[in-house]
């Protein structure tokens, strides 16, 4: 991820206003399946200067390990559960009771300006932001503290969102050809397989999280953006490449087992 994030003020005024970006609708699915889509959204941004933003959930519990995380000691915590790995980097993920986000961006200054704007920062305090006004407070870490070996959301970094004294958002990234990948979970509550890790929801925040938290985001999104979303669909061509990419990567274990 480069130098440690300093979060302590959002960033504004920094992005043109009225860029296009494409909204894609909420979706629940498997790991495979939700990996390869953000794989072809990463892609299409590098090769078509397309950006795009959605919101999913998951079908059922699955860990995700970062790109170049090794997979026996995460696989050894959690045998019995579905797994597969990310295209960005960090440690393990238990996705269950959360929302993701993705974010891809095309190339260049316009999308990602090379001083006073850090996406994960960003995106950090729009969610922050959005959630304050559903009655929960929370602050951007400012400095790292690990709490356990294998699970992302026990490494407190900076930028990470944290509520209660408990990490509850965090992003991570990839690029290609300069076009940027970003995804993160915000933990709407604990799952059984990770009792250790309180949401949202468990630290207090409203139930009504789940079916508003998603539509207050893409409104906060805009609001701190001032871009033109524009709600669309996937195109054929996207479709079969993400029929072909979960093929060959996320579905094809001598790949996710190769770190």
Same mark, same amino acid.
């Given at each position: 991820?480069?130098?440690?994030?300093?979060?302590?003020?959002?960033?504004?005024?920094?992005?043109?206003?009225?860029?296009?970006?494409?909204?894609?609708?909420?979706?629940?699915?498997?790991?495979?399946?939700?990996?390869?889509?953000?794989?072809?959204?990463?892609?299409?941004?590098?090769?078509?200067?397309?950006?795009?933003?959605?919101?999913?959930?998951?079908?059922?519990?699955?860990?995700?390990?970062?790109?170049?995380?090794?997979?026996?000691?995460?696989?050894?915590?959690?045998?019995?559960?579905?797994?597969?790995?990310?295209?960005?980097?960090?440690?393990?993920?238990?996705?269950?009771?959360?929302?993701?986000?993705?974010?891809?961006?095309?190339?260049?200054?316009?999308?990602?300006?090379?001083?006073?704007?850090?996406?994960?920062?960003?995106?950090?305090?729009?969610?922050?932001?959005?959630?304050?006004?559903?009655?929960? !407070?929370?602050?951007?870490?400012?400095?790292?503290?690990?709490? *356990?070996?294998? /699970?992302?959301?026990? @490494? #407190? &970094? %900076?930028?990470?969102?944290?509520?209660?004294?408990?990490?509850?958002?965090?992003?991570?990234? !990839?690029?290609?050809?300069?076009?940027?990948?970003?995804?993160? *979970?915000?933990? /709407?509550?604990?799952? @059984? #397989? &990770? %009792?250790?890790?309180?949401?949202?929801?468990?630290?207090?925040?409203?139930?009504?999280?789940?079916?508003?938290?998603?539509?207050?985001?893409?409104?906060?999104?805009?609001?701190?953006?001032?871009?033109?979303?524009?709600?669309?669909?996937?195109?054929?061509?996207?479709?079969?490449?993400?029929?072909?990419?979960?093929?060959?990567?996320?579905?094809?274990?001598?790949?996710?087992?190769?770190?």
């Amino acid at each position: 991820m480069g130098q440690p994030l300093n979060c302590d003020r959002p960033e504004s005024g920094v992005l043109p206003a009225g860029l296009p970006c494409r909204l894609l609708p909420t979706q629940i699915g498997d790991g495979p399946g939700q990996m390869a889509l953000d794989d072809v959204l990463l892609e299409q941004a590098a090769e078509q200067g397309v950006a795009t933003l959605r919101f999913y959930m998951w079908e059922h519990p699955t860990l995700s390990l970062g790109y170049f995380q090794p997979s026996a000691p995460a696989l050894a915590a959690y045998p019995d559960i579905p797994w597969v790995r990310r295209p960005s980097g960090g440690a393990a993920l238990l996705h269950h009771i959360e929302l993701t986000y993705a974010l891809a961006l095309p190339p260049g200054r316009d999308w990602q300006p090379a001083q006073g704007l850090n996406w994960i920062c960003r995106m950090h305090h729009i969610i922050r932001q959005t959630l304050e006004a559903f009655g929960v !407070r929370g602050t951007l870490c400012s400095q790292e503290e690990k709490k *356990g070996d294998i /699970l992302c959301f026990l @490494h #407190h &970094t %900076p930028g990470d969102l944290i509520v209660a004294g408990h990490k509850v958002v965090g992003s991570a990234q !990839r690029k290609l050809r300069g076009a940027l990948l970003q995804h993160g *979970g915000i933990l /709407l509550m604990s799952s @059984h #397989h &990770t %009792p250790e890790l309180p949401g949202i929801v468990d630290l207090g925040g409203p139930p009504r999280l789940f079916d508003e938290l998603a539509p207050a985001l893409r409104a906060a999104f805009h609001a701190a953006t001032s871009w033109d979303l524009q709600p669309g669909t996937l195109s054929e061509a996207e479709r079969q490449r993400i029929t072909e990419i979960r093929a060959q990567r996320y579905e094809n274990e001598e790949w996710n087992r190769r770190r």
